[in-house]
């Protein structure tokens, strides 16, 4: 995912879960590299591990799922229920 744009994407739904978005290259590579402004990025699922990453890079993460350009986290996904987050 380099140099890609988002903007006002629909990306309701994706699921990170699982993913390893650690480190320099998530934060280049995904964050730097590609416009997210506008996207649609309600029920995104991440972990606590990779919700710090993109509070850490300055994307907005929107527990309540409301508003574009921004990362929902699924509150079953932070609790460790088996699932498991840019």
Known sequence: MKNCDFTSCNLTGVDFSGC???????LNAI???NT?????????KIDQKNLQLFENA????????T?????SVNRSV???KGNTAV
């Open 58 to 65: 300055g994307i907005a993460v929107n527990t309540d799922q």
């Open 78 to 80: 932070l609790s460790r």
């Open 67 to 71: 508003g574009p350009a921004t990362i």
């Open 36 to 44: 997210f402004d506008g996207a649609k990025l309600e029920d995104i």
């Open 20 to 26: 390893n978005l650690t480190g320099a290259i998530f």
């Open 31 to 33: 964050l730097a590299q």
